[in-house]
């Protein structure tokens, strides 16, 4: 019975880590964008597209990494991973949406874009410590 559990867990987690990727993938490529956009306007635009790009390459790494440790039964390794990656996506996603206009347009939708790292983060932290337990 726990082991069925705990395998609907890590398939969850697996889950909620591949469609963080997706949402990962299209934020980071909205926000370039937009920013190349600037960039034509103000070279400090430039140089915020390189990071976003890189942050979110970061992220979309930890969370493949975080996805495949929870598959191979390292857990809390990565649970870590996709809340570290969740972070980072976050705090992209509030700089944007608080300090320059461009995804004000989502609404309260867009905040729930952000939910599936860190659940997934939350789930494999939570399969570590089934695991302990029992």
Known sequence: MLETKMKNLKLISILLGLISIANMILLGIY??????????????????????EFATTISIALILFGSYSIYKNHPLRGG????????????IYLHYALNVPI??????????????????????????????VY
Not at 80 to 91: M, R, S, Y
Not at 121 to 127: A, E, K, L, N, T
């Open 31 to 52: 926000v370039v964008n937009y920013c190349l956009l600037l960039a034509t306007l103000l070279s400090k635009f430039l140089l915020e597209a390189n990071i976003v």
């Open 80 to 91: 870590i991973c996709n809340l570290i990656a969740g972070t980072i996506t976050i705090a």
């Open 103 to 132: 995804l004000q347009q989502f609404g309260l939708l867009g905040y729930f874009l952000l939910l599936p790292a860190p659940i997934s983060g939350i789930i494999g932290v939570i399969i570590s410590k089934m695991k302990t």
